[in-house]
């Protein structure tokens, strides 16, 4: 796999080279010490995956993000010294169809006297793992693993249903791209709506929190991560909080398993849209939007062929048209809408459906 580095820092390069070079299938593309250079080297060369730093002279990683994603794209992992520190511009650079962040990997001592050897004396300490994780991760979404994986298996489900009300269930997958997506999308719903929202978005747990945060104040309906118990509520809005997937029990409240392990989906959309074939009596709403690979597709057909509302985004309002386009090319869409129609076309069927209201 051919992975190119955009940043500014010499240290930070070098880290990020020393942990390339142990994986023996992984080649250095090419180095941009700016965002500006960046686009320019991908529009000439486009590589399998950048490593984009955030901040960066002259154009940061956000725009530079957004202008390869719109002329030459391709994958982008979000590198920064600090990503908590940096949430509300990882999510945007998210929106714009990076897919995923990890901090920077830094160089740590490994020799007691480095003056006597200064080409030996610095090693990977600190975060090489995670970005090697990271890196494994896309690979397989972008093709590019030799590694096969099966299909989601169904998910263990818990004792027998309780009593908790059942509203009107809407259920939304989304990957790269999603962060601002649904803050169109969540927009768009009034305020006063009568049904429970569940959303699993491809994304590292460790940045579920702050996207929390930031969909609930732009939000008309309060957006909360969704706790292992908790249960659909009517108004609300519960996301997938973990690097488990998402689950519905059979008690109606929602669980987290690893199960099936091997997925590489991790909160996978199809593996809560299985749950909810088994576990939701009702026929709900499901949404499937913008993102890299397959996921949620064929539990999205599962869904319609039960009888759910089943929904796709459109390829001219996604950032990137992967899941919904192998939504399309199987059926698995009723309804193949631009991103600003989904939730009127929501509201409408909630409206129209006695089962639904």
């Known amino acids: 796999m051919r992975i190119a580095i955009a940043n500014d820092l010499p240290i930070a390069v070098e880290a990020m080279r020393r942990v390339l ?13 700016n965002g500006r250079e960046a ?12 490593l984009m730093d955030l901040i960066m002279p002259i154009m940061d990683g956000v725009e530079a993000t957004q ?21 509300a511009k990882v999510f945007t650079a998210m929106g714009y169809g990076a897919l995923d962040a990890v901090n920077t990997p830094i ?13 030996k004396s610095f090693g990977i300490s600190k975060g090489s793992v995670n970005l090697l994780a990271k890196i494994a991760t896309i690979a397989k979404l972008i093709g590019k693993s030799d590694r096969h994986h099966a299909p989601p298996s169904s998910p263990m489900v818990s004792p027998p249903a309780n009593s908790h009300p059942q509203p009107p269930l809407i259920a939304i997958g989304v990957s790269a791209g999603g962060p601002q997506a649904l803050v169109t999308l969540l927009g768009c719903f009034p305020p006063d709506l009568r049904a429970a929202i569940v959303i699993v978005q491809h994304m590292d747990a460790q940045f579920v929190p702050n996207l929390a945060t930031w969909l609930d104040q732009q939000s008309p309906l309060p957006v909360q991560i969704a706790a292992a118990g908790s249960y659909p509520e009517m108004g609300k809005v519960l996301l997938a909080g973990t690097n488990d997937h998402l689950i519905l029990g059979k008690d109606l409240v929602f669980h987290y398993t690893a199960n099936p392990e091997d997925n590489v989906y991790r909160p996978s959309v199809d593996v809560l849209f299985d749950s909810l074939l088994k576990n939701w009596a009702k026929k709900g709403i499901a949404v499937l939007l913008t993102g890299m690979g397959r996921d949620g597709a064929k539990g999205l057909l599962a869904l319609r062929l039960a009888g759910w509302q089943t929904i796709a985004q459109d390829q001219a309002t996604s950032v990137v048209y992967g899941m919904p386009k192998v939504a399309a090319e199987i059926g698995a869409a009723m309804q193949i809408l631009p991103l600003s129609a989904i939730a009127p076309a929501c509201v409408e069927v909630l409206r129209k459906t006695e089962t639904l209201i």
């Open 21 to 33: 070079s142990t994986v023996p299938n992984y080649e250095l593309a090419w180095v941009a010490t």
């Open 39 to 50: 686009v320019t080297k991908c529009a000439v060369d486009t590589p399998d995956l950048i």
């Open 67 to 87: 202008e390869i994603m719109n002329h030459s794209p391709c994958a982008i992992l979000m590198v920064t010294a600090s990503v908590s520190g940096n949430a």
């Open 107 to 119: 160089l740590g001592l490994t020799s007691e006297s480095p003056e006597e050897s200064p080409e």
